[in-house]
Nanobody
Framework: QVQLVESGGGFVQPGGSLRLSCAASGRISSINAMGWYRQAPGKQRELVAASTSGGSTNYADSAKGRFTISRDNAKNTVYLQMNSLKPEDTAVYYC????????????????WGQGTQVIVAS
């Protein structure tokens, strides 16, 4: 069993900041990529930012320059620092982790958190 638990969402005014956290727990041998996605009402879920175990990152164009993804591998935790928030950033933010559960296994599986709501409004 693997669980991803997000926290840090909330209500913020335009121009404000939030920091999201996502902690993975359970039967985990290694975590490859970890990332943040978001889904606004009536829209498809989209990638916001992702980080590989090697440290490389990629961002959606909408997030570049404003959001920063980081990881604490010792804690199996990924963070998303969001600055200069805009109303269009309003969405449910989901964490995803690509996990290998057993040291003898090579198969990796994607796990999702339950989501955390971010509302940006004045």
């Amino acid at each position: 069993q693997v669980q991803l638990v997000e926290s840090g969402g909330g209500f913020v005014q335009p121009g404000g900041s939030l920091r999201l956290s996502c902690a993975a727990s359970g039967r985990i041998s290694s975590i490859n990529a970890m990332g943040w996605y978001r889904q606004a009402p009536g829209k498809q879920r989209e990638l916001v930012a992702a980080s590989t175990s090697g440290g490389s990152t990629n961002y959606a164009d909408s997030a570049k320059g404003r959001f920063t993804i980081s990881r604490d591998n010792a804690k199996n935790t990924v963070y998303l620092q969001m600055n200069s928030l805009k109303p269009e950033d309003t969405a449910v933010y989901y964490c995803k982790a690509r996990i290998i559960q057993y040291p003898w296994a090579s198969s990796e599986y994607d796990y999702w958190g339950q989501g955390t709501q971010v509302i940006v409004a004045s």
